[in-house]
Structure formats: structure tokens, C-alpha cells
């Protein structure tokens, strides 16, 4: 499975105006749980919030990647929101998010989905490739450089 | 983390005292200005003047982004509606509330998101009643506090000269007691606390804590003291909330007279109770005491609302013979000016009342805390999750886990066992772990350690 399997252009969002940890969270449970019959953004919310209990997934340098597991799903889906102004996120190294990657997987996760979220986070560590989303401009703009990135060899 | 507190009463500001200075992002709404201005002045937080109930009011105090909300009006009923109203318009992730009537705390049935959604339900009542009772039954110990339901305890006793481990080194424990497994957390000798170690030698006056399975603690307190006799006669002044539930949980156990000076309500108390004998009275009359054999009484408890009237009566019960005197202190400055006097144990509702709600506030996992020694330390119970990739704590032999200055594991529970931890006990995830940090400013050093890696899924 690759990133690109995990979006679409719908479910990437530029310039989000939320201004706290609980607001990016339920953007990202709408955008998630958007054109899903089988997901209701209440229940996406309260696994990604159940996740984040445990541990911030802020990964550092302004990114993170919150990720729950849902009973009775079946897809993986993923979404995308750049906010306008960073938010507190209790991340590792203290320092504000404005990247996030929200990632859904159905509760019967298995090896595949832990190499999902390391590619996600392989993909985030690369420094370049992030300064190109904070210049992106538009919602395409974003959803067209998260599909073409690629793994290092 | 954003936190909205809603009622300046006792709780409440106490509340905002302890979570205020924790880097948190505070809001308290409450009807009276005067009461937030209180605040305001000298704590660092945001008010709003309002009914708490009210949507309008909530969206003000930021309900869209808070991550939890703390309801604790003087009224149930507003604390209820606030919950409501925030889950229904506001989606907030934790709701806890106040809820002090009987007649709603005996359907627990109501309290879930089809009905009445409040996460964590609060009543500083039941917690005070609770920890007397638990006082009651291990004379001797200055605090007995609950892990995983009451599998493990912690107790807080002070060391007297003739305890058998009293001028020895704790590693000779197991010697004394090798069928007894137990873990003394922290020492704190004339208040400075001691990290204890193996070759740590236990001195008369030390204020020892001790973690061990309930089973346990009689057989660790005899090392450190004297046993006290058992308690039989238990005198209890004011028969209001905490005064009439305390009576109601001891008195087939113990014989138990409950003194209030209100007609009305000995009355209604003494319809309420079937064994305790209630008296109308003046407990700070000598003579009542005097009749009552106060001389013969093992503990005596001043429960009433007035921390005036608890402090005298509690001081004249002790002058009068009454074995060990108890009292409940709202005022946290008379707390600190009573406890090296002539009272052996002042009971604070706040103390006992945040570790409930920090339980809440902390990051990572956590099923309980206790707020120690004025809030100067925890005792914090934390569950691991993951494995030696995703967890610092989970897959790990005690002796490698990087615990920060000052903190202790002292048990584990896995499942309904109580292992003891020693240097080589290795941790599990699910494991429930229970450490005492001997200063607060650690704990988010902690909060770290229990926290998973961004791959666990």
C-alpha cells in the first residue's frame, strides 16, 4: 500500500483555521470519515483522541500523524490538513504543529499498517519535502506532492 | 491542555490553583465576578461571567477547544446540564462533574453519552468518607491510599523508636519478614525526603511510605511500630454529608455515636442510621464528651462545615483522653497550622479531591493518582502499552527503565497479581505500575517515560 492509495483531493485540506489540538482533531475525523458510510466522524474522533491519550503523535519539527483504529472498519484512509497558524500539539520536541497526517486503519491492524505509518514517518523526516507543503499554496497543490512522494531507495 | 472549570467555589479554586500552575490553559466561569476577580488576581487564567450551563456562556470560555471540561457548581443540576450541553454542541473530549445527591449517584445507569454524559463522576464527599474509613482501619497510619482498586496501597506511617526495623538498614526487611513482600517508596525525615536505598537506615520519627499488597500492610506497619490496638468506640461530630455517610459505612463494624447540635437534623440522621447512636449536642462541650466517655473513645472525628468549631472540638476531644482526634480542615493555611499540634490527622477535601481529577490532567495511561504532602508529591499509577520499540517502560527489567531523580516504582499489578518490583522484575505491557515522585516538577519527565512512540498503532 502506498500514501497515495491513502487520498484524495477531498480529503486534503489548505489553510484550516483551527486554533487548538481538539479542533484539528475533529477536522480531520470529517475530512476522514467524509464519503465513508460506514464511518461516522464521531466515531473516528473518539479513536483518534483514544490514541492520542497514550502518547502525542506529534513527531517533531511541526508535523504529526494522529492514527486510531476503528471496530468495524475495513478501508484505511487518510487525510491531510495544513493549518493556518501552528497549534500546540504536546509533541515531542514541544514545538507547534501545522502539518498533520490523520491515518485510519480498520481494528484488525497488521504489519502493513505499522509500515504505513513508518513510511508516513519517513516521508515527514524529509526535510525538503516538508519546506515544499509550508510553500504549497492550494489544497491541489499539497495532494499532488504527498501522491508523488516516493520511498528512498 | 485546555481546561474549563466551571464554579469558583472551594473545589473549583483550589482546582484552578493546582492545574494553573502546571502549564495548563484555564478557564473558570462562575455568577459572581467577585470570586473570579479572587482568582484572577492571582493566578494565571482567563474568567467568564455567567450562568455555566448556558451554550453561550460555554462557547465563551472556549468550549470549542477545550479538551475537557470540570463541572463543579455548587448545583448537580447545572453540573449535569454542562456536561450535556458540551457533549451535544461541543464534542468535548472528557467531561468530569459533580454530582453530590444520593438519589442520582445510586443509578449509575445514568451517567453514560445516550443519557447523562459525564465521563468521570466526582463526589469529594464519598472520597473524604472513604479515606477516614480506610485511616479507621489501620490505626497508626498517617495516610492509606488505593492502587488498582484497592489491590495495592500505599501507607504512610511514622517510625517509632522500637519498631523492630527502626536503626536498621532496609534491606534487612526481608529478613524480618520473608514471607511479606513490600517496597518503602520514600522516607521523608524532619520533611526533607530521603531516596531510599538498600543500606537506607530507617530512624525514629522518619514518615515512611511503603507500598505493599492489602494483605501486606499489617505485617510491614508492625516492623516500623508498635501496633495499635484495634479501633472499637468512634466518636463523630456533625451529621451533615460526609458526618452521616461515614457513620453509615463504620457502624457495623465499630459502635459509633454521631453529635450534632441541630435538632432537625440529629432527628433525620438518627432515622436514617439503624446502630449509630446519635446525639443532639455541642461537641465542643466538655460535659457531652465527658458523658459520652470520651476517654474510652479510639477516634474521634470533626466533620462539621465549620473549620473553627472542628479545630476546638477536635482539641478539647484529645485533651479529654480520646485516643486519636480527626479533622476536616477546608482551609488549606489551617491545615499547616494544626498538624504538629495536639490533632493527629487533618483531612483536607481538596488534597483528596484532586488526585482523582489529576488523574484526568496527566498524559499517557493513567488509572490513578495521589496528591502527596501538600501536593509537593504523587504517587501516580501508570499502565504500559506497546513493546521495547513503541514503549521505554514495556519489555524492560525495572533496573533500565530511565526513571527520573527522585522517583520509585514500587509495585506492579498484572492482572489481579501484585508483584513487589525489584531491579530485575521486567514490565509488561498492560501492566499497571505504581510510582512515587517525591517532587511534583518531575512528573512531566514521567508523563514522557509512560507515553507510546508515534508507531504504535
Known sequence: ?153 | MKIIILGAGQVGSSLANNLASEANDITVVDTEPQRLQALQDRLDLRTVTGQASHPEVLLRAGAEDADMLIAVTNSDETNMVACQIAYSLFRTPTKIARVRALEYLMHPQLFNPESIPIDVLISPEQLVTDYIHRLIEYPGALQVLNFAEGKVQLVAVKAYYGGPLVGHELQTLRQHMPGVDTRVAAIYRRNRPIIPEGTTVIEADDEVFFIAAKKDIRAVMSELRRLEKPVRHVIIAGGGNIGKRLAAALENDYQVKLIDHNPARARAVSEELSRTIVLQGDAADAELLLAENIEETDVFCALTNDDEANILSSMLAKRLGARKVMTLINRAAYVDLVESGEIDVAISPQQATIGSLLTHVRRGDVAAVHSLRRGAAEAIEAVAHGDKQSSKVAGRAVEDIKLPHGTTIGAIVRGSDVLIAHHDTVIEAEDHVILFVVDKKRIPEVERLFQVGITFL
Request: hydrophobic share 45%; with cysteine; proline share 6%.
Open chain 1, 1 to 153: 500500500m502506498h500514501i497515495a492509495d491513502l487520498l484524495t483531493a477531498e480529503r486534503v485540506a489548505c489553510g484550516d483555521p483551527s486554533a487548538s489540538k481538539k479542533r484539528v482533531l475533529e477536522q480531520l475525523s470529517a475530512l476522514i470519515a467524509g464519503g465513508q458510510p460506514a464511518l461516522t466522524p464521531t466515531d473516528v474522533f473518539d479513536s483518534l483522541l483514544a490514541r492520542e491519550r497514550l502518547g502525542s503523535t506529534g513527531l517533531g519539527h511541526g508535523v504529526a500523524i494522529p492514527h486510531g483504529r476503528v471496530k468495524h472498519g475495513t478501508v484505511t484512509v487518510g487525510a491531510f490538513i495544513k493549518l493556518q497558524q501552528p497549534i500546540d500539539f504536546d509533541a515531542i520536541d514541544g514545538e507547534p504543529v501545522d502539518l498533520l497526517f490523520g491515518l485510519l486503519v480498520p481494528e484488525q491492524s497488521t504489519q502493513e499498517h505499522l509500515q504505513l505509518l513508518a513510511q508516513l514517518a519517513e516521508m515527514f523526516s524529509d526535510a525538503a519535502f516538508v519546506a515544499g507543503l509550508r510553500a504549497a499554496g492550494s489544497a491541489a497543490e499539497l495532494h499532488a506532492l504527498l501522491s508523488q512522494w516516493k520511498p528512498g531507495p
